[in-house]
């Protein structure tokens, strides 16, 4: 009698943009097959083979990196944090390590790569940059944090915020010294306190997280989280159209709030089948397999979160010319060093430089002189091709 096989797919599409009032594009994406070591992404524009493809063995890695330093230093580094994370997982040299410590270690080369280049070439040293790293396995997730770029899960109509921004801001406001509001238009709200390429070493937050059938993954740079508020995203997450229009609709929401940043969203859904032998008895897990399909879900399921130890084992398992001209929870329990209780705040210098009033500079707390270029940039043309219905 033959046994019922669970197949595991996912269906990915990104864009990153410009802008309204940027010169320069600092984002980068990137999606990485790392059962066929395929490393999809080029000059920002996903390969359409990966739009919908299998999870193997070793997973799929998804990317969202925001580079500091202003002109070509942050555009460079954000590449170098992408593609060096890609690399490194691609061919990792111990693949019998968990993988919460293969993702640490490729941070670790990241950091070690932007910091190579700023010291060889001498005129970028101040070039940093965020990362958001998400491994997706067979209905497992481990997730890197550094910086102020974001995850987030959809799931029955909820959308939740995986991450939390490593920003001054947001430490203030877990101390209990900003209310929200305060701190969503506090003129700090963009200094980082920690950034692949700084001066200082690197401790990304991980954790492991569950998945399930039909379930999304939104990453995205703060150009995106910083603009639209929570219920906009979710209003476009739950809109039922496939990746490649939300993601469309996410970055003109941002540019439709004055397109002041880089914009990068990369969206990803989970697709979990069960293939049922013809003529075996239908079972529990498969009938209700079959109505997840049919109907999902319409409420977030509680789920247990997992935050990562290190030592232990991970759970098992183009556009018109009208286009051209426009810019074209769970809450995280590990505790993080500056978020220890009675750690004193970073100053911050008043003279600093600042960006023009649209838009705070977004600075590490070791750089602030950073003076940004404006312009603008249509999105992405690529076009993914049919990808299968969320309800099948």
Known sequence: MGTNRTTHQIVVFGLSDRGLQRENNEDHFMVADLTRKVIGVHDNRLRPELFYHDIGVRGTLLLVADGLGGHEGGEIASQLAVDTMARA???????????????????????????????????????????????????????????????????????????????????????????LEEAQNHPHRNIILQALGQDKSVVPELQILPLSHNDCLLLCSDGLSSYVAHERIE????????????????????????????????????????????????????????????????????????????????????????????????????????????????????????APASEPAKTSIWKREIRWPWGHKAPSPTVPPHTPDASR
């Open 89 to 179: 997982l691609v061919d990792p040299t111990e693949q019998d390590l968990p993988v919460p410590e293969q993702i640490t270690r490729a941070v670790d080369m990241a950091h070690e790569a932007i910091c190579k280049y700023h010291g060889a070439s001498g005129h970028t040293r101040r070039m940093a940059s965020t990362l958001t790293a998400v491994h997706v396995g067979h209905g497992v997730v481990t997730i890197a944090q550094v910086g102020d770029s974001r995850a987030y899960r959809f799931s029955g109509g909820k959308l939740t915020l995986l991450t939390e921004d490593q920003t001054i801001v947001h430490m203030m406001q877990k101390k209990g010294m900003l209310t």
């Open 235 to 354: 209003e476009i997450m739950a809109s039922g159209e496939d990746e490649h229009m939300r993601c469309r609709h996410l970055v003109e929401a941002a540019n439709g709030a004055g397109g002041a940043d880089n914009v990068t969203v990369l969206l990803a859904r989970l697709i979990i089948r069960e293939s049922v032998p013809l003529g075996a008895p239908s079972t529990p897990s498969t009938r209700r397999m079959q109505r997840e399909e049919k109907h999902p879900q319409k409420s977030l399921r509680a789920t247990e979160v997992h935050v990562y130890q290190p030592g232990k084992t991970a759970l098992s398992p183009e556009d018109s010319p009208e286009d051209k001209g426009r810019r074209g929870s769970w809450t995280v329990l590990l505790r993080l060093p500056w978020f220890a209780k009675g750690t004193p705040l970073p100053a911050v210098d008043d003279e600093s430089h600042t």
